[in-house]
C-alpha cells in the first residue's frame, strides 16, 4: 500500500466515524434525548427512519437508556456506571441495559414507555421484527464492496469501523467520562470532564459539564473545551436542519468546584 492509499483509508475512516457521530451527539443525544434542539417534523422523521440503518441502534431505546443514565447517575440504578462495574465492564454493560430497555419498550412495560413518552414514534421496524443485524450487513456489503471495487482491504475495514464505532465511542465516554477527569461543577454523580475522551467523540467526554447543564446543546464550559459536536449543530443550525434552543441554562445540580462559573 502506497502512502495515498493509507490517507484514503484514514478519510473514508473519518468520514464514516464522523457520520454516526453526527447521529449519535447531535441527534440522539443533543436532540431526542435533551431536547436541546429543535427539529422541523420531516427532519425528525427522517432521522428516526435512518438512524437505526446508520448506527445501529435503536432512537428510542438509545434515548430511554440515557435517560435513565441521567436520572440514576452512578447510582445502583445507573444503566452503565464505572462505579458498579469498573471501566472495564462498561462494554458489556451498554449492551445489556440496551438490550434490556429494547425489550421493555416492545413489551410496552409503562415504567420505560413513560420515559420517552414524548417521542413521537415507536420502535423501529428492524427492532420490531427481530432483523436488527441488518444494519451491520449492510455496513459488512458495503465495506466488502469498497474492497474489491480497490483491492484495498484496509479501505474497507477502515469504513465499517468507523460506521459501527458507537460500542466504543460509548464505552470512553461513559467509563472515563465518570471515572478520570477534572470537575468544574459540583454535580451529586461522578461525572467529570476527561480531555481525551472530549477530543476523540466531539465533547462527548465533557460529562461533568453535561450533567450540571443537561438541557444545554453546548458541552463545552472554558475556551479550550473540545466540543467538536456543538460546532455540527450550529453548522446545522445554519443550513435549517436544527435550530439551538435559546433558553439561558443554569447548572441543574449543585454549584461550581472554584472555577469561575457562568451561564451557558
Given at each position: 500500500?502506497?502512502?495515498?492509499?493509507?490517507?484514503?483509508?484514514?478519510?473514508v475512516?473519518?468520514?464514516?466515524?464522523?457520520?454516526?457521530?453526527?447521529?449519535?451527539?447531535?441527534?440522539y443525544?443533543?436532540?431526542?434525548?435533551?431536547?436541546?434542539?429543535?427539529?422541523?417534523?420531516?427532519?425528525?422523521?427522517?432521522?428516526?427512519?435512518?438512524?437505526?440503518?446508520?448506527?445501529?441502534?435503536?432512537?428510542?431505546?438509545?434515548?430511554c437508556?440515557?435517560?435513565?443514565?441521567?436520572?440514576?447517575?452512578?447510582s445502583?440504578?445507573?444503566?452503565?456506571?464505572?462505579v458498579?462495574?469498573?471501566?472495564?465492564?462498561?462494554?458489556?454493560?451498554?449492551?445489556?441495559?440496551?438490550?434490556?430497555?429494547?425489550?421493555?419498550?416492545?413489551?410496552?412495560?409503562?415504567?420505560?414507555?413513560?420515559v420517552?413518552?414524548?417521542?413521537?414514534?415507536?420502535?423501529?421496524?428492524?427492532?420490531?421484527?427481530?432483523?436488527?443485524?441488518?444494519?451491520?450487513?449492510?455496513?459488512?456489503?458495503?465495506?466488502?464492496?469498497?474492497?474489491?471495487?480497490?483491492?484495498?482491504?484496509?479501505?474497507?475495514?477502515?469504513?465499517f469501523a468507523?460506521?459501527?464505532?458507537?460500542?466504543?465511542?460509548?464505552?470512553?465516554?461513559?467509563?472515563?467520562?465518570?471515572?478520570?477527569g477534572?470537575?468544574?461543577?459540583?454535580?451529586?454523580?461522578?461525572?467529570?470532564?476527561?480531555?481525551?475522551?472530549?477530543?476523540?467523540?466531539w465533547?462527548?467526554?465533557?460529562?461533568?459539564?453535561?450533567?450540571?447543564?443537561?438541557?444545554?446543546?453546548?458541552?463545552a464550559?472554558?475556551?479550550?473545551?473540545?466540543?467538536?459536536?456543538?460546532?455540527?449543530?450550529?453548522?446545522?443550525?445554519?443550513?435549517?436542519?436544527?435550530?439551538?434552543r435559546?433558553?439561558?441554562?443554569l447548572?441543574?445540580?449543585?454549584?461550581?468546584?472554584?472555577?469561575?462559573?457562568?451561564?451557558?
Open positions: 500500500m502506497t502512502v495515498r492509499d493509507y490517507l484514503l483509508c484514514a478519510l475512516f473519518t468520514a464514516s466515524y464522523s457520520l454516526s457521530l453526527t447521529y449519535i451527539t447531535v441527534f443525544h443533543r436532540g431526542f434525548t435533551h431536547n436541546a434542539l429543535v427539529m422541523p417534523p420531516a427532519v425528525r422523521r427522517f432521522v428516526a427512519a435512518t438512524g437505526n440503518w446508520v448506527t445501529g441502534l435503536d432512537v428510542k431505546a438509545w434515548a437508556m440515557h435517560r435513565v443514565h441521567h436520572a440514576e447517575s452512578d445502583a440504578g445507573d444503566p452503565h456506571s464505572p458498579n462495574v469498573g471501566v472495564a465492564g462498561i462494554l458489556k454493560a451498554q449492551l445489556d441495559a440496551y438490550t434490556l430497555i429494547l425489550v421493555r419498550l416492545l413489551r410496552e412495560e409503562p415504567a420505560v414507555t413513560s420517552v413518552a414524548d417521542l413521537e414514534f415507536g420502535v423501529h421496524w428492524l427492532n420490531r421484527h427481530r432483523v436488527w443485524y441488518l444494519p451491520y450487513l449492510l455496513h459488512a456489503c458495503i465495506g466488502a464492496a469498497l474492497w474489491l471495487w480497490t483491492g484495498l482491504w484496509l479501505l474497507g475495514t477502515a469504513y468507523g460506521i459501527t464505532s458507537h460500542p466504543i465511542q460509548g464505552w470512553i465516554v461513559n467509563g472515563f467520562g465518570h471515572a478520570v477534572h470537575r468544574n461543577f459540583d454535580t451529586p454523580d461522578n461525572s467529570r470532564n476527561n480531555t481525551i475522551a472530549a477530543w476523540l467523540v465533547g462527548e467526554g465533557l460529562q461533568n459539564n453535561h450533567h450540571a447543564f443537561p438541557a444545554s446543546a453546548r458541552f464550559y472554558r475556551r479550550m473545551d473540545a466540543d467538536f459536536g456543538y460546532v455540527v449543530c450550529r453548522a446545522l443550525q445554519a443550513i435549517g436542519i436544527v435550530q439551538i435559546k433558553e439561558k441554562l447548572p441543574q445540580h449543585g454549584t461550581t468546584t472554584g472555577s469561575t462559573g457562568r451561564d451557558r
